[in-house]
């Protein structure tokens, strides 16, 4: 039955969704995430939820919700990330179809991304996106996505080093080609202390490109 409500909660959150719909769902999914936080966290059962909440598919409908018009649908969103469990799966690179070369193909294939940096380039990359609009909202929506990427990704293992992608990348380019390599770091502090100063450089950047325009 949870998975059915879960399932069914999942299939209400699209982008246009009327905000009386966008609302009670996200308020009956982020208490939904909620219980099964505090239950599994607390070392009772699962509830065979894991398996939904790990998708792509629904972290990329909440994700979607950052950018809504209403505020309280987009801190639902954000609270609602927060508790989604962590990625675990690996992303490989190489071309393993290249059989005339077994040795490359070898190699390449022991090359593995952790899906934790794939993302966390993703959401570094549409958050700058969000936070060079014009607008309010898409600015505020930027924010949010910077606080739930610190969250996931620098305060949490592996504490990666958070960089901001280049101008000319955030404006032209996609996610998936975005030159950045956002290493782990230490611990906690380093991570904390490397994303501080990357916003403040961000800022010194905007504020110089504001003066000269």
Known sequence: FLEWVEGFLASQIYPGAPF???GM????YFGLLTAWHRTTHGGLLDLGLKKH????LRRRALLSCLA?????????????LSLLPEPEEKVKKGDDQQEEKEQAREKNRNKTVPAAQIMARELMVWGSRLAHRSRAR?????ALVFRLAF?????KPPHLRLD???FATTILSTASTAPMELSPTSSEWDASLYWLQTLSNGLAEKLARIKAA
């Not at 809504?68 to 609602?80: F, G, I, T, V």
């Not at 898409?138 to 930027?142: K, L, Q, V």
């Open 20 to 22: 009386e719909r966008e």
């Open 25 to 28: 769902v996200l308020e009956l």
């Open 53 to 56: 909440l790990a998708s792509p």
């Open 68 to 80: 809504s018009p209403w505020e309280r649908a987009q801190n639902l969103a954000h609270a609602s």
């Open 138 to 142: 898409e600015a505020g929506a930027g």
């Open 151 to 155: 969250a996931q990704f620098a305060r």
């Open 164 to 166: 901001l992608p280049p």
